[in-house]
């Protein structure tokens, strides 16, 4: 059974990057594409961006562009989410979650811990 | 951008009762629509993948129907456990794969 287990929980200045991890244990990482969700405190779910493991390729969603890189290292199956230019507005808890499916498909079986991310002076 | 709608905000129903929840999307999504279900301090969980199909493990009381615009998630007979907030999500192939989630529903005690 795989399951994601997320870094800790962070607090940065406002202006820096964090970086966040996700790492598979117990199946196959590869073969599935990792997204990553942030939900604000007390809001809902946004869609940061998602990454292809197997193949190293990444796409965002608009609002992030410019900002967010997603990585992935399939020798570790870990994925990485690395948020850049921090501002209160990004204090949050941040998900990463795996496709059910690498097919033609819609729905994220399963999700990380949550990590969470508070952007302080 | 495809942007989800979903209606109500707030519903207020009581054990046993049945639940009808909404999801619009501003374009044709086709059946790429997945449900999910979040607890307090949880993350989400699956409950319906393409639109109308249940997640592993989800019990037969939560169905979910609806192609295009237009979809619901139905829970037949409300247990305890199923009071929760409530998310649609989709995903358009057009010029990428892209995921947005409405806003949510929540299933709260009468």
């Known amino acids: 059974q795989v399951q994601l287990v997320q870094s800790g929980a962070e607090v940065k200045k406002p202006g820096s990057s964090v970086k966040v991890s996700c790492k598979a244990s117990?199946?196959?990482?590869?073969?599935?594409?990792i997204s990553w969700v942030r939900q604000a405190p007390g809001q809902g779910l946004e869609w940061m961006g998602r990454i292809i493991p197997i193949l190293g390729i990444a796409n965002y969603a608009q609002k992030f562009q410019g900002r967010v890189t997603i990585t992935a290292d399939k020798s570790t199956s870990t994925a990485y989410m690395e948020l850049s230019s921090l501002r209160s507005e990004d204090t949050a808890v941040y998900y990463c979650?795996?496709?059910?499916?690498?097919?033609?498909?819609?729905?994220?079986?399963?999700w990380g811990q949550g990590t969470m991310v508070t952007v302080s002076s | 951008e495809i942007v989800l709608t979903q209606s109500p905000a707030t519903l207020s129903l009581s054990p046993g009762e049945r639940a009808t929840l909404s999801c619009r999307a501003s374009q044709s999504v086709s059946s790429y629509l997945a449900w999910y279900q979040q607890k307090p301090g949880q993350a989400p969980r699956l409950l319906i993948y393409d639109a109308s199909n249940r997640a592993t493990g989800i019990p037969a009381r939560f169905s979910g129907s609806g192609s295009g615009t237009d979809f619901t998630l139905t829970i037949s007979s409300l247990e305890p456990e199923d009071f929760a907030v409530y998310y649609c999500?989709?995903?358009?192939?057009?010029?990428?794969?892209?995921?947005?989630f409405g806003p949510g529903t929540k299933v709260d005690i009468k």
């Open positions: 117990g199946g196959t990482f590869s073969s599935y594409t």
């Open positions: 979650a795996r496709d059910r499916s690498p097919g033609d498909s819609t729905g994220f079986d399963i």
């Open positions: 999500q989709q995903r358009s192939n057009w010029p990428e794969i892209l995921f947005t």
